[in-house]
């Protein structure tokens, strides 16, 4: 038999350490034996109740700093005590909540809209500007990802937002003074600078501008003869002269406007023979209120530019058919014969065009 010599010191180490091992062993032996097992019952709770102040609301700009509504609920409960988060879900009537704009709102239990916020939320979900949408809101509540979450009744709202666009309607005798139903330019940065394209058929080219579909809110006019470029309150008939199609500026900062009688052509290395050479010149559809031309084009790419030179001229920073100054060539993909159509009568910012291949 072989007697194996174990060092002292080492024993003493390996009695120590069987010793600790054993003890863990022991204890977490007993901790299962003795720890009961907690199962929250979540049968027959109780959903939140949601209120508010408004059920029906027409909201305004020159209110945007004010209230609009206040949301509050009750807290929910189970069979025992716990901390719930909560969020606001607004949806269009009718649609079950498929795709709610959801609107946190922490561990509290209301939440408070002014105006502003509110009427930027309504637009969020597609109500359009200036109509009664049919708003259902609920409070989604929650206490953890392993518990099902809990539904408040379905609170039901009519809201009209307000347009967040700065445009101004142009009535003039090119369409019987109507307000309601004249060509708008528009402030596409929303700093009181508004542009667009308006053809002024026969008459005698006057027109003014209003800042709502009628005659009762702010009304703007020319501060002399019709032609002098400033802009008074309710001023005289601005005037075009000879009636026609034109770009309209108005600084409202400043208190000024111009009009510019633009013709539009199509340029560049897919025009066959002119090129970028000169226009193609294009021709105005009242009708349809754009400009359109039908031709054969080389692959290659095209702009669109006002009378015959650079400093009005229009490509696509993004090849999506919106248009921008001074953007981007147009690609011309094959050879072929296109129909082309020019649209500026949206307003400034809302410039597009179509490229349509026969």
Known sequence: MRILKINSIKM????????????????????KKDLPLIIL???????????????????????????????????????????FKYTLQFAKAGTNFATPVNESAGNDLTKTYTEK????????????????????????????DSVPPLYSNVYSMLVTPYSIEQFLYVPGDYQGWDPASAQIIR???????????????????????????????????????GTSGNVASPGNNFKVIPPGYY???????????????????LIGDAVPTTGWNSDRDMTYDAASKTYKITMDLNAGAIKFRANDDWPINFGDDGTNGSLEYNGANIPIGAAG??????????????????????
């Open 12 to 31: 003493k180490k390996l009695i120590k350490n069987t010793l600790y091992i054993i003890a863990a062993a022991l204890v977490v032996s007993a901790c």
């Open 41 to 83: 019952d979540t049968s027959d709770p109780t959903s939140p109740k949601l209120t508010a102040t408004e059920s029906k609301i027409a909201l305004l700009e020159a209110r945007e700093s004010n209230t609009a509504v206040i949301f509050n609920w009750t807290k929910p409960a189970y069979n025992f005590k716990g901390s």
């Open 117 to 144: 916020a509110f009427n930027a939320l309504i637009l969020s979900m597609g109500v359009q500007a200036g109509t009664e949408g049919n708003v259902e809101v609920r409070i989604k509540s929650v206490l953890n």
């Open 187 to 225: 402030s596409a940065n929303k700093n009181k600078q508004y542009e667009g394209y308006i053809y002024f058929a026969g008459g005698s080219g006057e027109f003014k501008f209003t800042d709502a579909p009628n005659w009762n809110k702010g009304i703007f006019g020319d501060a002399s003869t």
């Open 247 to 265: 770009k309209i500026n108005a600084n409202m900062n400043t208190n000024t406007w111009t009009a510019t009688s633009p013709t539009w052509g």
């Open 337 to 358: 014969n296109y129909t082309i159509t020019l649209d500026l009568h949206g307003g400034g910012g809302k410039y597009t065009y179509v490229v349509k291949k026969n």
